[in-house]
T-cell receptor
Framework: SQTIHQWPATLVQPVGSPLSLECTVE??????LYWYRQAAGRGLQLLFY??????ISSEVPQNLSASRPQDRQFILSSKKLLLSDSGFYLC????????????????FGNGTRLTVT | GENVEQHPSTLSVQEGDSAVIKCTYS??????FPWYKQELGKRPQLIID?????GEKKDQRIAVTLNKTAKHFSLHITETQPEDSAVYFC??????????FGAGTRLFVKA
């Protein structure tokens, strides 16, 4: 069966420090991969998605970036964190389909709670 | 782009009563409508989904209805239990890579 691992679970970082969150998926090949952010008490905002190695699409202009160095590895990074980057970051995967993720549900990791101080 | 509105933002019901959450969307090309449940501090998990060629789908105590003409869909939970207390998100996908979420409904089931 498929599993998704996301780490760390919690992170407290000072403003201006770098960030690296990692996500890996097991049990499936060529997944679509996603990074979502959830502010406290809010909905889910799509940050990045990837349909293949090295292919990254950004949805929200910001000081975050994403990379996919391997088929089942997705990394979220920042060179300098802002206070507004605080939130609950969720990695997700879905089945790769010819015309996109369309009818395939998202499977989320356990999330990383980031607090920027 | 697609816009998804979800109501109500908070819903409180007595145990055993029914709960209904409604969502509207803007893009008529949308064809996939999943619902996710998120318990406090945990990840969202799919509870039910419906595709545009279906008007209603039921799974035990939960059901989803879709009105493509009016561009709205609803989640129905019958015989609510305290463990149904959570935040529920509707979502919409147009067949592409983006799944757009509603703002969420916080459901409280009082014992």
């Amino acid at each position: 069966s498929q599993t998704i691992h996301q780490w760390p679970a919690t992170l407290v970082q000072p403003v201006g420090s770098p960030l690296s969150l990692e996500c890996t998926v097991e049990g499936t090949s060529n997944p679509n991969l996603y990074w979502y952010r959830q502010a406290a008490g809010r909905g889910l905002q799509l940050l990045f998605y990837s349909v293949g190695i090295g292919q990254i699409s950004s949805e929200v202009p910001q000081n975050l970036s994403a990379s996919r160095p391997q088929d089942r590895q997705f990394i979220l990074s920042s060179k300098k964190l802002l206070l507004s980057d605080s939130g609950f970051y969720l990695c997700a995967w879905s089945v790769q389909r010819t015309r996109g993720a369309g009818n395939s549900p998202l499977h989320f990791g356990n999330g990383t709670r980031l607090t920027v101080t | 782009g697609e816009n998804v509105e979800q109501h109500p933002s908070t819903l409180s019901v007595q145990e055993g009563d029914s709960a209904v959450i409604k969502c509207t969307y803007s893009d008529s090309a949308s064809n996939y409508f999943p619902w996710y449940k998120q318990e406090l501090g945990k990840r969202p998990q799919l509870i039910i989904d419906i595709r545009s060629n279906v008007g209603e789908k039921k799974d035990q105590r939960i059901a989803v209805t879709l009105n493509k003409t009016a561009k709205h869909f609803s989640l129905h939970i019958t015989e609510t239990q305290p463990e149904d207390s959570a935040v529920y998100f509707c979502a919409v996908n147009t067949g592409g890579f983006k799944t757009i979420f509603g703002a969420g409904t916080r459901l409280f089931v009082k014992a």
